[in-house]
C-alpha cells in the first residue's frame, strides 16, 4: 500500500513539472509574439507615416519664363509646395534640365539669393543670373508670409512661391537655347514628388520674353 502512494506521489510529481514547464513555454512564446506584434505596429505606423509624407509632399512647377538674348540665355521656374505637402527644403532639392544634347544637375547657391523687394520691375535682370554657374540655381521669393525661406535655408511651405533662376547662357552649360528645342527636366526635392519640366522653344525669337510651359 505504501508502495502504491510513493508511485502515486511521483506520477503527480511528473506532471506538475510538465505542466509547470508547459506554462513557462506557453509565457515565453507568448512575450515573444507580444514583442513581435509591437515592433510591427511600430514599423507599420512608420511606413505609413512615411509613404503619406511621400504621396502628399511635393512640388509644383506653376510656370517656366524664357529671357531672350539672341537665344534664351535665362530661365526662372516657378514653384510652390504641392497641396497637403510638408515644408520642402530647396536647399536639398536639384534641378535636372537636359536638351537632348545635354543633361544638367544643379544644386542650390545660397549666393544668388533675393527678395521680392529686389525685382523692381524686371524678374530679369543680369544681377539674379550672372553669378550662378551652369551648375547652380539660384531663388527669388515671391511669397514667404512666415518667413522660413531664407537664404541659408530656403524652406516653403502652404502658401510660398519661388522663382528658380537658371542660367542656361553659360557656356559651360547648353549655351543658350536654341529656336525648337525640347527641353525637359525636374525640380527633384529631398522628399516628395518631383516638379515635372517639359517645354519646346518657339520656332522664332521675335520677343524678349516667352511663356514655355
Excluded at 505606423?45 to 506653376?62: K, L, N, P
Amino acid at each position: 500500500m505504501v508502495g502504491k502512494r510513493k508511485r502515486y506521489g511521483a506520477i503527480g510529481i511528473g506532471a506538475m513539472i510538465v505542466f509547470i514547464a508547459m506554462v513557462l513555454v506557453a509565457g515565453i512564446a507568448a512575450s515573444v509574439l507580444i514583442q513581435t506584434s509591437s515592433r510591427l505596429e511600430s514599423q507599420a505606423m512608420a511606413t505609413g507615416q512615411q509613404t503619406t509624407a511621400e504621396v502628399a509632399t511635393g512640388i509644383s512647377v506653376a510656370g517656366i519664363q524664357g529671357h531672350v538674348n539672341g537665344d534664351i540665355d535665362y530661365l526662372v521656374i516657378e514653384v510652390r509646395p504641392r497641396a497637403g505637402s510638408k515644408s520642402i527644403d530647396l536647399s536639398q532639392a536639384f534641378i535636372e534640365l537636359s536638351d537632348s544634347s545635354k543633361k544638367l544637375i544643379l544644386k542650390y547657391d545660397s549666393t544668388e539669393y533675393h527678395a521680392k523687394s529686389e525685382i523692381n520691375g524686371d524678374v530679369f535682370q543680369a544681377g539674379f543670373f550672372d553669378g550662378l554657374g551652369a551648375e547652380e540655381f539660384g531663388i527669388i521669393v515671391m511669397e514667404d508670409a512666415d518667413g522660413s525661406c531664407t537664404a541659408s535655408t530656403p524652406v516653403i511651405n502652404r502658401g510660398d512661391r519661388v522663382f528658380l533662376t537658371v542660367n542656361v547662357g553659360n557656356s559651360t552649360g547648353f549655351n543658350k537655347l536654341g529656336e525648337r528645342t525640347d527641353v525637359w527636366g525636374m525640380v527633384v526635392p529631398e522628399e516628395g514628388a518631383p516638379g515635372v519640366i517639359s517645354f519646346r522653344t518657339p520656332a522664332a525669337y521675335t520677343e524678349t520674353v516667352y511663356e514655355l510651359q
